[in-house]
């Protein structure tokens, strides 16, 4: 019976069956014309003999490793992993003759890939080796074991700071972060890498602590453990080392002679050696006096001794009374001038109020409901009334904010604030521009403006000087905060805030990178700031920094994509600084532009958040009936244009949305429709269910994406429908929406402008307005927490009450520390107007002299 060898099979027979296979079928076993070869007679007598061998690598990423055999003589040679042969289309091969030998070498490679491995993660290790194949037998190849390569974030163990004294042995301990293949420990001292070849007063210790031998007061310093392998580089929290020096009296010096008052003295200094660095002053006298024998007391004359001690007095009284008299004209000029500046900024605290929402309208689903929080007891520690007898004549308008009205301090496209010569300011009432196309389409002339979307919508414009202001594309969870100060004094800003939808802006993505926030332009680029701005923005992972690495890219002026910052590596001298909260990106940076977060997962575990939105024809004359299924990032400006777009179609929310954590998994997500009563509907999907490929979904190129059930009901007088909707991930997580309406009644939830306009606040606010903290009592806060206080009752202990302190060296890299974190509270708690909170921080400090100003509704 003649043996049929298909391009798939591979021949497995051992050596003396081959032969016999030769020799009687006349036959050469070929597996694959492209992975077999026939020797010359002259080597059938020769084994394999391998030249390269597979080696053990590691997959960075998701960059695929590449296995190479070279084998010679062979008439084929094959990878097998882990027990499996690799696919024979898999196999690169290379034929050659070794110039020397004559022999002829095969030489094949593989491709090893992320997912191949992750396939067996936890229940082997993965290996391939190659089989080569002569006439005459086989020869197997080493194995080399394939690993993913990954450096957790977190250490085991951490340096703690000491302080020693002068010549003290210090001993830093390190135990870096759980990484394959096993990081590698640096230490640096104020940034700079401690080498212990060139210095010997240090040593590293197996177990990468670092021994300073001696501790010099060079070796005072901030000391961080680097771990570093393939994947990444991680730093430790710094830890200060102090060393100090207490200080020793030199000698006594030589008895001096007796003086006038008949008494000689001798003196000391602490200088053997002087303290140094917070060490110990010296203990006991500096001075030492002795009365002198009667002998040895000079005589003087009485007389002149009284006449110089008359002068003395004299010259001393004169002095008092000329200090006297500077004081009390000092003391009149300050008040005089105080009393001018409290009316003049009495604008800057009248008519403070916290700041609410309108409620939505009964029936309307809301998504993210924000309640403004009850008063607080202790709010009556952090209350200034306001003066409403002070008036100025440079106040026009009114700044109070009432409760439920849309009348908050709108914008001009002209000077809002103009400097007067003797430092008050006017305020207008500023309004919107009656075309506010106007003013895109002028920025829109200008080079760098020319690719802005001309979508008036989501685009928001002000002017802005020194007082700040704040900046809201409403309901899209992007705003802008421009604190105050930011702007240099003398200048007047005309900014603008949009968020970008057309997709030829997307910026380009590889790999395993995908988009988690909206792409956000704010400008104009090039402006000078004074200090950071804070951009908000919504994202879409799982806040879980273990499973990203999430990169800041900002578009340049050539318009290609920059990486300007990686989440949990900042540094302080960086101009931009990001804190990821469970939904919200705060970004502080000093210099606007465009910019985006993109996530690349490091390992199957990291996850983005869906938005599952469910949609149907608010109203149906026919047979068949549509329910439209939106899969989109958990954002609110993606979850606001499908809105739109269900309002323009005629639509209908049909059940509250659902949050699906999709896996980087490279399963597909998959959507079915079932427990429908046959009796009056049936289904017109051909399949069991409808599918959306995993890279779709990944690389958030399409803001949203949705699929169509086309339901057909037997009887026109059918209008309930029952039905189960189901989405999932392959092989992961799933939601279910259990559907029970009536098709016919028009539903509550249809899509109008009442859901649509939930947030309510304006877009465009100036000055005090645009805070929660009047600029006067944000002042006295600062000045009062911004000095260190021995007992930690200081900004410190203000960020640790507020839950910032993984931010503390940003905050303690500025000018003004206070202020930065009032300006990250702003931000948070500008729609919650949650005051009272902020009080009671204040009280548990001990700050109560830093007075809030906060006016109840009762008082408005």
Same mark, same amino acid.
């Given at each position: 019976?003649?043996?049929?060898?298909?391009?798939?099979?591979?021949?497995?027979?051992?050596?003396?069956?081959?032969?016999?296979?030769?020799?009687?079928?006349?036959?050469?076993?070929?597996?694959?014309?492209?992975?077999?070869?026939?020797?010359?007679?002259?080597?059938?007598?020769?084994?394999?003999?391998?030249?390269?061998?597979?080696?053990?690598?590691?997959?960075?990423?998701?960059?695929?490793?590449?296995?190479?055999?070279?084998?010679?003589?062979?008439?084929?040679?094959?990878?097998?992993?882990?027990?499996?042969?690799?696919?024979?289309?898999?196999?690169?091969?290379?034929?050659?003759?070794?110039?020397?030998?004559?022999?002829?070498?095969?030489?094949?490679?593989?491709?090893?890939?992320?997912?191949?491995?992750?396939?067996?993660?936890?229940?082997?290790?993965?290996?391939?080796?190659?089989?080569?194949?002569?006439?005459?037998?086989?020869?197997?190849?080493?194995?080399?074991?394939?690993?993913?390569?990954?450096?957790?974030?977190?250490?085991?163990?951490?340096?703690?700071?000491?302080?020693?004294?002068?010549?003290?042995?210090?001993?830093?301990?390190?135990?870096?972060?759980?990484?394959?293949?096993?990081?590698?420990?640096?230490?640096?001292?104020?940034?700079?890498?401690?080498?212990?070849?060139?210095?010997?007063?240090?040593?590293?210790?197996?177990?990468?602590?670092?021994?300073?031998?001696?501790?010099?007061?060079?070796?005072?310093?901030?000391?961080?453990?680097?771990?570093?392998?393939?994947?990444?580089?991680?730093?430790?929290?710094?830890?200060?080392?102090?060393?100090?020096?207490?200080?020793?009296?030199?000698?006594?010096?030589?008895?001096?002679?007796?003086?006038?008052?008949?008494?000689?003295?001798?003196?000391?200094?602490?200088?053997?050696?002087?303290?140094?660095?917070?060490?110990?002053?010296?203990?006991?006298?500096?001075?030492?006096?002795?009365?002198?024998?009667?002998?040895?007391?000079?005589?003087?004359?009485?007389?002149?001794?009284?006449?110089?001690?008359?002068?003395?007095?004299?010259?001393?009284?004169?002095?008092?009374?000329?200090?006297?008299?500077?004081?009390?004209?000092?003391?009149?000029?300050?008040?005089?001038?105080?009393?001018?500046?409290?009316?003049?900024?009495?604008?800057?605290?009248?008519?403070?109020?916290?700041?609410?929402?309108?409620?939505?309208?009964?029936?309307?689903?809301?998504?993210?409901?924000?309640?403004?929080?009850?008063?607080?007891?202790?709010?009556?520690?952090?209350?200034?009334?306001?003066?409403?007898?002070?008036?100025?004549?440079?106040?026009?308008?009114?700044?109070?904010?009432?409760?439920?009205?849309?009348?908050?301090?709108?914008?001009?496209?002209?000077?809002?604030?103009?400097?007067?010569?003797?430092?008050?300011?006017?305020?207008?009432?500023?309004?919107?521009?009656?075309?506010?196309?106007?003013?895109?389409?002028?920025?829109?002339?200008?080079?760098?403006?020319?690719?802005?979307?001309?979508?008036?919508?989501?685009?928001?414009?002000?002017?802005?000087?020194?007082?700040?202001?704040?900046?809201?594309?409403?309901?899209?969870?992007?705003?802008?905060?421009?604190?105050?100060?930011?702007?240099?004094?003398?200048?007047?800003? @005309?900014? *603008?805030?949009?968020?970008?939808?057309? !997709?030829?802006? $997307? =910026?380009?993505?590889?790999?395993?990178? /995908? #988009?988690?926030?909206?792409?956000?332009?704010?400008?104009?680029?090039?402006?000078?700031?004074?200090?950071?701005?804070?951009?908000?923005?919504?994202?879409?992972?799982?806040?879980?920094?273990?499973?990203?690495?999430?990169?800041?890219?900002?578009?340049?002026?050539?318009?290609?994509?920059?990486?300007?910052?990686?989440?949990?590596?900042?540094?302080?001298? @960086?101009? *931009?600084?990001?804190?990821?909260?469970? !939904?919200?990106? $705060? =970004?502080?940076?000093?210099?606007?532009? /465009? #910019?985006?977060?993109?996530?690349?997962?490091?390992?199957?575990?990291?996850?983005?958040?869906?938005?599952?939105?469910?949609?149907?024809?608010?109203?149906?004359?026919?047979?068949?009936?549509?329910?439209?299924?939106?899969?989109?990032?958990?954002?609110?400006?993606?979850?606001?244009?499908?809105?739109?777009?269900?309002?323009?179609?005629?639509?209908?929310?049909?059940?509250?949305?659902?949050?699906?954590?999709?896996?980087?998994?490279?399963?597909?997500?998959?959507?079915?429709?079932?427990?429908?009563?046959?009796?009056?509907?049936?289904?017109?999907?051909?399949?069991?269910?409808?599918?959306?490929?995993?890279?779709?979904?990944?690389?958030?190129?399409?803001?949203?994406?949705?699929?169509?059930?086309?339901?057909?009901?037997?009887?026109?007088?059918?209008?309930?429908?029952?039905?189960?909707?189901?989405?999932?991930?392959?092989?992961?997580?799933?939601?279910?929406?259990?559907?029970?309406?009536?098709?016919?009644?028009?539903?509550?939830?249809?899509?109008?402008?009442?859901?649509?306009?939930?947030?309510?606040?304006?877009?465009?606010?100036?000055?005090?307005?645009?805070?929660?903290?009047?600029?006067?009592?944000?002042?006295?806060?600062?000045?009062?927490?911004?000095?260190?206080?021995?007992?930690?009752?200081?900004?410190?202990?203000?960020?640790?009450?507020?839950?910032?302190?993984?931010?503390?060296?940003?905050?303690?890299?500025?000018?003004?520390?206070?202020?930065?974190?009032?300006?990250?509270?702003?931000?948070?708690?500008?729609?919650?107007?949650?005051?009272?909170?902020?009080?009671?921080?204040?009280?548990?400090?001990?700050?109560?002299?830093?007075?809030?100003?906060?006016?109840?509704?009762?008082?408005?």
């Amino acid at each position: 019976m003649p043996l049929l060898l298909g391009p798939f099979v591979r021949c497995r027979f051992s050596a003396t069956l081959r032969v016999l296979w030769l020799v009687f079928a006349g036959f050469t076993c070929t597996g694959s014309e492209h992975a077999t070869a026939t020797l010359p007679a002259a080597f059938n007598d020769l084994l394999p003999h391998f030249l390269v061998e597979p080696e053990d690598n590691f997959i960075v990423k998701n960059k695929p490793v590449t296995l190479t055999c070279r084998s010679t003589p062979a008439t084929q040679i094959y990878f097998k992993c882990n027990g499996e042969w690799v696919h024979q289309d898999d196999h690169l091969i290379e034929r050659t003759i070794d110039p020397a030998t004559a022999l002829p070498i095969m030489q094949v490679t593989i491709d090893i890939t992320r997912q191949q491995v992750e396939k067996i993660f936890g229940l082997d290790e993965y290996w391939c080796q190659c089989v080569a194949w002569s006439t005459t037998g086989t020869q197997k190849s080493q194995k080399a074991y394939i690993r993913i390569a990954y450096l957790r974030k977190n250490f085991e163990e951490e340096p703690q700071g000491k302080e020693v004294t002068l010549d003290q042995e210090v001993l830093l301990r390190c135990h870096p972060p759980e990484g394959v293949p096993q990081a590698e420990v640096e230490w640096q001292r104020n940034e700079d890498v401690i080498n212990p070849g060139s210095d010997l007063n240090f040593f590293m210790t197996t177990d990468h602590s670092l021994v300073i031998k001696k501790a010099r007061l060079g070796d005072t310093g901030n000391y961080t453990c680097v771990a570093k392998n393939i994947v990444a580089r991680r730093k430790s929290n710094s830890a200060t080392v102090l060393v100090y020096v207490d200080g020793g009296w030199s000698e006594w010096s030589k008895w001096s002679a007796c003086g006038a008052d008949c008494s000689m003295w001798r003196s000391r200094e602490c200088s053997q050696p002087s303290p140094g660095t917070r060490g110990k002053d010296c203990q006991g006298l500096d001075l030492q006096s002795l009365n002198c024998t009667s002998e040895q007391c000079p005589q003087t004359v009485s007389g002149a001794e009284d006449v110089a001690l008359y002068v003395g007095m004299v010259a001393v009284a004169l002095c008092l009374t000329l200090l006297l008299i500077v004081v009390v004209l000092v003391y009149r000029r300050k008040k005089e001038d105080l009393d001018s500046d409290v009316a003049d900024s009495s604008i800057l605290t009248t008519g403070f109020q916290p700041m609410g929402i309108k409620p939505s309208k009964p029936g309307v689903w809301a998504p993210r409901p924000r309640r403004p929080p009850p008063h607080s007891k202790n709010s009556h520690l952090l209350t200034i009334q306001p003066d409403l007898t002070t008036t100025t004549t440079s106040y026009q308008g009114t700044l109070r904010s009432r409760p439920h009205t849309t009348g908050k301090f709108s914008m001009t496209n002209g000077p809002l604030l103009d400097p007067l010569p003797n430092g008050s300011h006017t305020l207008h009432n500023g309004k919107l521009n009656s075309d506010p196309a106007e003013f895109v389409s002028r920025l829109s002339t200008q080079t760098y403006f020319k690719t802005l979307p001309r979508d008036v919508a989501n685009t928001s414009y002000g002017t802005f000087n020194f007082l700040g202001g704040r900046l809201t594309i409403p309901s899209t969870g992007i705003s802008l905060l421009i604190p105050p100060e930011a702007i240099p004094r003398g200048k007047i800003y @005309e900014i *603008y805030l949009t968020v970008q939808r057309k !997709e030829d802006l $997307r =910026l380009p993505l590889a790999g395993c990178q /995908t #988009l988690l926030s909206p792409v956000v332009s704010c400008g104009p680029p090039g402006v000078v700031l004074s200090r950071p701005v804070i951009l908000s923005m919504d994202h879409c992972s799982d806040a879980c920094l273990d499973n990203w690495a999430v990169r800041l890219k900002k578009q340049n002026y050539e318009g290609t994509w920059e990486d300007v910052l990686l989440m949990g590596e900042e540094l302080v001298s @960086e101009p *931009y600084y990001c804190q990821l909260e469970a !939904e919200t990106c $705060r =970004l502080f940076t000093e210099h606007l532009g /465009t #910019l985006a977060l993109v996530g690349e997962s490091l390992h199957m575990g990291a996850a983005k958040r869906l938005r599952l939105v469910l949609f149907s024809d608010a109203y149906c004359s026919t047979l068949e009936y549509n329910i439209r299924v939106y899969c989109m990032d958990d954002t609110q400006d993606v979850f606001k244009e499908v809105m739109q777009m269900e309002r323009q179609l005629g639509g209908r929310l049909i059940d509250e949305p659902h949050i699906l954590l999709f896996k980087d998994s490279y399963h597909n997500l998959r959507l079915s429709i079932h427990d429908m009563p046959q009796a009056h509907w049936r289904s017109k999907l051909l399949a069991g269910y409808q599918e959306i490929p995993f890279y779709h979904i990944w690389n958030g190129s399409q803001r949203y994406l949705h699929c169509t059930f086309t339901l057909e009901r037997l009887s026109l007088s059918t209008c309930e429908l029952t039905c189960q909707l189901c989405v999932w991930q392959v092989e992961g997580e799933g939601q279910s929406f259990s559907l029970d309406f009536n098709i016919a009644k028009q539903d509550t939830r249809a899509v109008d402008a009442e859901f649509l306009l939930m947030d309510i606040s304006a877009s465009a606010l100036a000055g005090p307005s645009a805070f929660q903290i009047p600029y006067l009592i944000r002042q006295k806060i600062c000045s009062s927490l911004d000095a260190p206080c021995p007992n930690g009752a200081d900004w410190r202990m203000l960020a640790q009450r507020l839950k910032l302190e993984r931010h503390m060296s940003f905050f303690a890299s500025k000018a003004s520390p206070t202020s930065l974190i009032l300006d990250l509270w702003e931000a948070q708690h500008f729609h919650s107007g949650n005051i009272n909170q902020l009080a009671t921080v204040m009280a548990d400090i001990g700050k109560q002299e830093a007075m809030i100003f906060l006016v109840s509704d009762g008082e408005c």
